[in-house]
């Protein structure tokens, strides 16, 4: 690549003045990747607490179901779960972290009272009590591991994206300008070095015409004075 460069002080300005950005950008990137994965790492640690919640309370609530079901039966624990009238609802807003804009989910109240569960309290038992509040809790911890899985997703195609542009720049461009740089940097002095014994050359030929026409004129005011001391030995008649 850098045989296509013309070895100009113009394209040498150009490179540095990219290399400069470049580098910034580079430095600019790792900072960012390295913050993203600390966030990264916080969030995971956040979706291993809330896997574990949700598997317990999974647990739970089968647990407490089947218990429902053995004892009430599945005609009075379905009665129970048609009586529901009032569903969550599910709002997404965004929050942003580190550049990366995640989901933040919210719902309207899940966990119910007695009497907002829709079912009469007198046909009712304990038992269906225990096997909605568990199902409730349930759904809080599907909500709430939605939301932290959706953003480690998020932050994790943000790492890889970012770890892609700085490997990049430190890989690829910056290599590439660096060799540019010295191309031309080393095109540069060798014509430098051309243009110097150039002028030293003419310099030397510009001397030696000058000794050589200083010389001729010595030897030019020298004839008259050798052509007078001989006229002047010459016996006279």
Same mark, same amino acid.
């Given at each position: 690549m850098a045989k296509d460069v013309k070895p100009t002080r113009k394209n040498l300005m150009e490179i540095e003045d990219r290399i400069e950005l470049s580098e910034r950008g580079h430095g600019t990137l790792?900072? @960012? &990747?390295?913050? /993203?994965?600390?966030?990264?790492?916080?969030? /995971?640690?956040?979706? !291993?607490d809330v896997r574990g919640e949700l598997s317990d309370d999974y647990q739970e609530a089968q647990k407490k179901i089947n218990m429902a079901r053995a004892m009430e039966g599945d005609v009075a624990v379905r009665g129970a779960a048609a009586a529901l009238q009032e569903h969550p609802e599910i709002t997404t807003e965004s929050k942003n972290i580190m550049g990366v804009v995640v989901p933040q989910i919210e719902s309207s109240r899940v966990s119910k009272s007695l009497d907002e569960r829709g079912y009469g309290i007198m046909g009712t038992s304990a038992r269906i009590d225990e096997a909605a509040e568990a199902y409730e809790d349930l759904l809080e911890s599907i909500i709430l591991a939605a939301e932290?899985?959706?953003?480690?997703? @998020?932050? /994790? &195609?943000?790492?890889?994206?970012?770890?892609?542009?700085? +490997?990049? =720049?430190?890989?690829? =461009? /910056?290599?590439?300008?660096?060799? +540019? !740089?010295?191309?031309?940097?080393? @095109? =540069?002095?060798e014509q430098e070095r051309e243009e110097t014994f150039r002028l030293k050359k003419i310099k030397e030929k510009k001397e030696q015409e000058e000794k050589e026409e200083r010389e001729a004129e010595e030897e030019a005011a020298e004839e008259p004075e050798m052509e007078q001391a001989t006229a002047g030995g010459v016996p006279g008649n």
């Open positions: 790792e900072k @960012k &990747r390295d913050g /993203l994965i600390m966030e990264f790492m916080d969030i /995971l640690d956040k979706a !291993q932290v899985e959706t953003a480690m997703k @998020k932050m /994790l &195609r943000e790492i890889e994206t970012t770890k892609r542009r700085v +490997n990049a =720049l430190e890989f690829k =461009l /910056l290599p590439e300008l660096y060799e +540019n !740089q010295e191309y031309i940097e080393q @095109k =540069l002095e």
